[in-house]
């Protein structure tokens, strides 16, 4: 090649290769300006809200769940208006020291958009901490529902969430159904026994009667007793809540279940109700002051729409003042870093790094991480599909954990238990990596949710303290092994079975032969190991003898506050305090970050479809037909579980 074309070829190489590092170097700017940009936008967030506000919270709209389903299912059928409960109480708590705020406005609807009772302990406290801290200043706390319960079912749970507003409204057509608690238990052994299917369960022990639904005809003595227990001491909750709410006597709400459901005549008369309104006119109980009024007309300018006669305050809903929340909360720790702050996440952080001194070091924040455990515990891994159903993959949350292990950051742990258990090997799994956490000095706290029982108090077992509600179902210390034996059942439809197999156990989890009595021996030996097992790492946990802890144990279910008093719980109340207590066992100060882990991350879809669901002024508040149960989980087929 002669020296020109080579001269030639290397100009050319030359140029493209400036071209390119312009074009990145435009890129590079284009981006940075853009994310810095939107940082600021983001200090901006509080400047969005008015100088005069009412804080709406649309639980007739919005389902409290603790931890948003962002699976593509959730997002094609339109299952967006979710809210995470720990954002709420966060919500109110802010709102409580702004000063704009005058108060709030509570929607209730459908029962199943309240979670469990202890969700709704949780936001109940969280209204009553609002009135609390709000003292000082004109505010307001009111509720409304379209009925409290439906065509004559139970609204007590709704109502229980009401009676933390100072004003609680329905409407004229509406009704108290405060009817009580039903638990209604289906048992299928007729059935089974009609087309010969075998049930073969073995439990640990008496009251462990998730698979009763399968072996009995109706409940056994144990589990009868253990229901009317819960359900008893889960009326006396709500009744002494909606007592203290109203200022009327618990005997005189008691009689009340005995009449209900009511007319709003009647229940206005009992004191349980303020009168009787429509949402827009309980809107307007938050009038605009002329001050606000002029604000807002000269804000708006020609776009300014109010309608004559319309006093109402302006309204944030719930889930617009969280993201404006969670906008400010960012944009605080962008400004607290600040040059580095504004570009961090560009390419030119490492340049202001450098300009700070801070090119090898980077501050060390100690700060608790709390990590959500939801749905049922499985080994994993859990493949990612369309399903809605929210499972604990010990796999992935163990991976989790052992992040949080090597964070130096992360000085404690919050593990937020929401499970009826699973399978014992998985719940095992969890258990150790939660005590490898202990060992390497970062104390561990479990906040139990609606539910924390079996394989969930497995969990809670490797915890340094264990906070709960008081509505909590929580215990269930026991094991569950079985199969369901359908062989002689495909042979009277003329499907006959049959195999080959190498070993003398290797059909005993099959569903299309018995157990023969080594078999079956040889299980008992099993069920029993792994009770023990649990046993022993409960007593290790209570500091307690094995055999005080059996007593306890069996099965049985208990409430949070039973359990409390027994010592399977430590403190009653909920996230919050779970965390107060995570800082005190770590000696963190109280400002001490919390952050969630990992951090979740809302697919874009799904937040813009949530951004375009109408926001009606007015909607259907009553509450759906859905009354409160003790509902235990069904056995998930062959296989070892701590259900």
Known sequence: MSSSRTSTLLSSIRKGVGTGLAFAGAGALLSSALLAAARYRASQADAQLPNEYVLEVPLDRLRVVDVINTSPLAVLTGDVNQVELPQVVSALRSAAKDERCRGVVTYIGPREHLGGLASVQEIRDAILSFRTAATGRSVATVAFAASFGEAGSSGMVPYMLATACEQLYM?????????????????????????????????????KSAANLLTEKGFTEPQRANVTNL?????????????????????????????APLL????????????????????????????????????????????????RMARVPLDKYIRLMELKKAAAATSKEGLAGWLRGTPFQGLTLLLNGKDSEVRQWRKVAVVTASGPIVQGPVRPGPSQAQVIDASKLCRHLGALLEDQEVTAVVLRVNSPGGSALASDTLHHELMRLRAAGKPVVVSMGDVAASGGYYLAAAADRIVAQPGTLTGSIGVLFGKLNISKTLEDVGVHSDAVTVGRNADSLSPFTGLTDAQEAQMEVMIDHVYQDFLDKVSR????????IRQLAKGKVYT?????????????????TAVQCAKQLAGLPEDAEVVSYPPRRVPLLLQLLRRSMPQPDDGDGGSGPTGTAVAEAVLPGPGWDSL
Do not use: C, N
């Open 560 to 576: 949070g506050r039973q359990a409390h008093d027994v010592g399977l719980v430590d403190e009653l109340g909920g996230l919050e």
């Open 171 to 207: 409407q004229p057509s509406g009704m108290l159904g405060l009817t009580g608690l039903e638990s209604r238990g289906f048992f299928a052994r007729t059935l089974l026994d009609r087309l010969r299917a075998e049930p073969l369960i073995l439990a640990r022990e008496e009251y």
């Open 264 to 311: 709003p005549p009647a229940a206005v008369a009992a004191k349980l109700l303020d009168g009787t309104k429509y949402k827009d006119e309980v809107q307007s109980l938050f009038a605009v002051s002329d001050t606000a009024l002029g604000e807002e007309k000269a804000r708006l300018g020609s776009k300014y729409r109010r309608r004559k006669g319309d006093v």
């Open 541 to 548: 946990s209570r500091g307690r003898p094995v055999v005080e």
């Open 231 to 259: 359900l008893g001491d889960m009326a006396g909750q709500m009744v002494a809540a909606m007592g203290t709410g109203r200022g009327v006597e618990v005997e005189a709400v008691r009689k009340v279940m005995d009449e």
